[in-house]
């Protein structure tokens, strides 16, 4: 069983920085692609930033020049480091990762999309 677990939300003022992490358990053979999605109030999901195993990123256009995302494969963990946060940042920060796991045969299978619980960001004076 794969698990992904976001930690890091929390209220912070505008103009100010967050960094959020996200960490993959369980047993599997291979995580690919790692992103984070955010869903604000009355909003559908969307993406913010993705990052493949070999670190080729992709950001939202609102996100650019103000968000970074990384990953340490060694640690199966994926960041966001925000700056510059707005109100219109504020929003549920939902892990997803693309992650290969054994299959009955115990070879690795396909990839299947797994997602966090989420943590929140509010950001607010």
């Known amino acids: 069983q794969v698990h992904l677990a976001e930690s890091g939300g929390g209220l912070v003022q505008p103009g100010g920085s967050l960094r959020l992490s996200c960490v993959a358990s369980g047993r599997f053979f291979r995580i690919n692609k790692m992103a984070w999605y955010r869903q604000a109030p009355g909003k559908e999901r969307e993406l913010v930033a993705e990052i493949t195993n070999g670190g080729g990123t992709n950001y939202a256009d609102s996100v650019k020049g103000r968000f970074t995302i990384s990953r340490d494969n060694a640690k199966d963990t994926v960041y966001l480091q925000m700056n510059s946060l707005k109100a219109e940042d504020t929003a549920a920060y939902h892990c997803?990762?693309?992650?290969?796991?054994?299959?009955?045969?115990?070879?690795?299978?396909?990839?299947?999309?797994?997602w966090g619980t989420g943590t929140l960001v509010t950001v607010s004076s």
């Open positions: 997803n990762a693309v992650i290969r796991t054994y299959g009955s045969t115990g070879l690795p299978g396909d990839g299947m999309d797994y």
